[in-house]
């Protein structure tokens, strides 16, 4: 089964996929809250101007506006393509009612004009976790926020979800090397290294001398900064042994050996330094994340996020924080829709138990059964036509249902199990399915295992 | 608290009434599916061209458009305005994939550009069932639909949402009716009638004369029967009282009375037979309903939806729907928000316990607690400061989370409970607060009693 979309990026599931994309999102926010995140839900829509990067509104957003509004609209809108920047004018608007650090959740769609390609959608779902300070946020929150990812993930890994490795930097650390080896376009040096794994170390030395003024020696040390990758904070040696010097450096270096070193206390090996990580997006500060999907790391990263200090402000007050996004879309690429999928549901509709009806005339007689069933907690169904027995267990069968049942009104009730052919008799207010059976259950495929 | 949204008409909830949010969309999603209905979620925008009515675009809707695209879109888009047309899409387009009767659900916001108003939003959430057959769609899922509407909202009376009275009217009633009295522009009659609450019956017949060229006579029989409302089938006598005599009005009548006989079988009282219910919709074919929050009927209709016969098709096929829209956003207009908010959270965050922080180099072993209380399924928090205890306290009691938790690393642990000040040693690998406490509850409010 493809994903169902004739829309090129935009993609939507048939019903059992649903259930797996359903049940990816529960287990996400189960964990989120259990780490103490509130749920909160902004509007698909900001003003043009607050989606801007640099002031410069960036070619890859959507614009919104009501078809035949009489000229110019005074107040343009966009659809978000993050929910940071939502959350950062939901903090700033609301900072009055809201108590700081302030720890939420978010699960939304966000949409982005690119070329659609594998893993990248126009439309996909992101969730989010952020914890916002007010005018600080304390350093253990940059911990914090990849050990609540490793933990959702982990929760994954009960459906057949592969593990995760979250790759870790910080953008002082980068701009420290940079300024300490004599570069001052930062951003410029950002985004060529944030390059390296699409375009390979030897481009990215073009691009530094092309787009950063870099010259040969410059270039050979960001290369050798951008290849260091280490799971505990030895890393910091080998960049200590390239010779740069420079506080800002040592600031991130610091910064960075501590997140390692607190995580992997925690979740030994959970979390990486890998100094190529750049991340695209200018708002980030401090620490900077992406994900690996273990065995799939072509499709990017499934996790990514920063710490941002100035991203909401008022004329009073600065909110700094802390986040990361989970790519609920781009992990569904590979978890469903194809043939290579990962999971797959049990059944492609909540029903537990099908209510066969002998006659139309006596339809009631069904209604009232599955009736009492629901009001036990019991997902049923009646079928849709008094059709022959046989039909209404092949409607049953091609939806995954497992059980059958039957009323005459006269001889009482039986219940068939239609994958064992077992049929008994039945009370419409005892008879419960196996706790497996009454919910569908999303589990790995053998392309997964 | 007001809702957190300067941009008007795209309502924001602060984290606790999201509680409340999230809760009633809980209970509607598991009524849903007690049911047999399949979750799906379409993507946000649809071709324009599908979201034409009659071939003409309603300057209600959004457009979309990627910011810079170079010249026209070839499929220019718009931001769907119900959640009917996207899935009679999905389904045309999936129609090989899917079983039918295709039973689904959705919940997801729709936009529409109308002035915002009370209980009318730009940006408002959808909670809705259909059923759509191939070829055709017995008469007995009109019957469904509102019954599940009506479990749905029992389940919310269970929170403190008021009770709702379901309306129904039948199309083919009053084009028949319309037809038997020599009225040929069945559209325009419809278009007046509907407005009928709105304007009163003094105007009504006015529009009926400039609308759709009603006399004096036909105007009187119109208003006559907009008049007629009954909870039994009774009502289709008042209707042949009037003399007017058409097949297709027979036919409406039949189907009306069938609906309401079959309803208060299971359900007595729950639906309503109402003549003055048209719906703006022009898909509609057959039953209409509209649902009254009893106490708040100021709002409008909090639960729409009808029959419709033509909406999907494919050049071989035709998909007949019946379904209803619950208007999630609507109903939080009343129930949360202002200060005659009907339901309220018990806490504003999903935290029963916040471990505090002794001195900030132990901070570990809060974190441990936490670990240890989380793996046992129970929310946790750290203090995110190592602040005087009574600072500490203080930060839970603001967020309604009720129970501290004291480590100092030697004599062990103690937990407190904030509201009553009784203070216990509790192990964090047993110790579990009651179940009331485990996460936020959803209260009805003195107001709403």
Known sequence: MAPAAKLSGFPEWLPADRIVEERVIDLLKHTFELNGFAAIHTRAVEPLSALAKDGEIDKEIFAVRRLHAEGDEKNPLGLHFDLTVPTARYVTENAGRLDFPFKRYQIQPVWRGERPQDGRYREFIQADIDVIGEDSLAEHFEVEIPLVIVQAFEALRSLGVPPVRILANNRKLLEGFARGIGLDDIAAVLRCIDKYDKVGPARVAELLAEEAGADAQQQRLCLALAAIEADTSAFADEVRALGVSDPLLDEGLDALARLLDSANRI???????????????????????????????????????????????????????????????????????????????????????????????????????????????????????????????????????????????????????????????????????????????????????
């Open 267 to 449: 979740s030994p090996g959970s979390v990486v330094a890998q100094l190529k990580i750049a991340r695209g997006l200018d708002y980030y500060t401090g620490t900077v994340y992406e994900t690996q999907l273990v065995g799939h790391e072509s499709i990017g990263s499934v996790a990514s996020g920063g710490r941002y200090d100035a991203l909401a402000k008022t004329d009073k007050r600065v909110y700094p924080g802390v986040g990361m996004s989970v790519g609920v879309s781009r992990l569904m690429s590979r978890l469903a829709g194809s043939e290579h999928r990962l999971l797959a549901a049990t059944r492609s509709v909540p029903t537990a138990v099908l209510i066969a009806v002998t006659d139309e005339a006596h339809r009631v007689r069904a209604d009232d059964v599955a009736y009492a069933l629901r009001t036990r907690g019991i997902p049923a169904d009646v079928a849709p036509q008094a059709a022959k027995f046989g039909k209404q267990i092949k409607y049953a069968d091609r939806r995954g249902i497992p059980f059958v049942w039957f009323t005459d009104g006269e001889t009482g009730h039986e219940v068939k199990d239609i994958r064992s052919g077992e049929q008994v008799g039945a009370d419409p207010e005892l008879w419960a399915p196996p706790a497996a059976d009454l919910w569908p259950r999303v589990v790995g495929t053998a392309e997964g295992a």
